[in-house]
């Protein structure tokens, strides 16, 4: 059965500081990729998606990246980390119609 | 765009039924539905693909009418576990899911 994972659960991080957020698949080849942000009492914003690796299609202009090395990781960045950026930040995989989440990482920006 | 749901929020007694809408402005090629827990990703419930289907599992199904851009969710003889935020997705083009606002469901005892 495939598996997402999603590390750190938490982070904490000051205002300007760098970030990295990795997401790896269990248990499946090529899928598709996700990076969503949800924040506080909000709706899930897609902002990132890859059909494969190196494919990242960007959504919604802002100082994240993100970057797939392999075909079942993938990883968000940021050179500097803005207090809107707070949020709690999933990952998903689909691979056909379905789309699962991972378990998520909230990130608090101070 | 994002669709439309409604209610924003409902509460329940445990066996009363209630029905989640989510309207999309395009023309939509699936719907998925997701239930949240408080800190918790979302779950998937159920997929309704183009054609105007119904589906459900246990006491909760959902149909899409393709033509008026509509999903709905039924639950039926809630229970307490069904409290959550449920969210549909829209699918209008290639593997990308727009959400709804979400809707906040309350099942008290």
């Known amino acids: 059965s495939q598996t997402i994972h999603q590390w750190p659960a938490t982070l904490v991080q000051p205002v300007g500081s760098p970030l990295s957020l990795e997401c790896t698949v269990e248990?499946?080849?090529?899928?598709?990729l996700y990076w969503y942000r949800q924040a506080a009492g909000r709706g899930l914003q897609l902002l990132f998606y890859?059909?494969?690796?190196?494919?990242i299609s960007s959504e919604v202009p802002q100082n994240l990246s993100a970057s797939r090395p392999q075909d079942r990781q993938f990883i968000l960045s940021s050179k500097k980390l803005l207090l809107s950026d707070s949020g709690f930040y999933l990952c998903?995989?689909?691979?056909?119609?379905?789309?699962?989440f991972g378990p998520g990482t909230r990130l608090t920006v101070l | 765009q994002q669709p439309v749901q409604s209610p924003q929020a409902v509460i329940l007694r445990e066996g009363e039924d209630a029905v989640i809408n989510c309207s999309s402005s395009k023309a939509l090629y699936s719907v998925h539905w997701y239930r949240q827990k408080h800190g918790e990703a979302p779950v998937f419930l159920m997929i309704l693909l183009k054609g105007g289907e119904q589906k459900g599992h246990d006491k909760i199904s959902a149909s899409f009418n393709e033509k008026k851009q509509q999903s709905s969710l039924y639950l039926t003889a809630s229970q307490l576990s069904y409290s959550g935020t449920y969210f549909c997705?829209?699918?209008?083009?290639?593997?990308?899911?727009?959400f709804g606002a979400g809707t906040i469901l309350r099942v008290k005892s």
């Open positions: 997705g829209t699918e209008w083009e290639g593997n990308k899911l727009v």
């Open positions: 248990g499946t080849s090529n899928p598709n």
């Open positions: 998903a995989w689909s691979r056909g119609n379905e789309q699962f």
């Open positions: 890859s059909v494969g690796i190196g494919q």
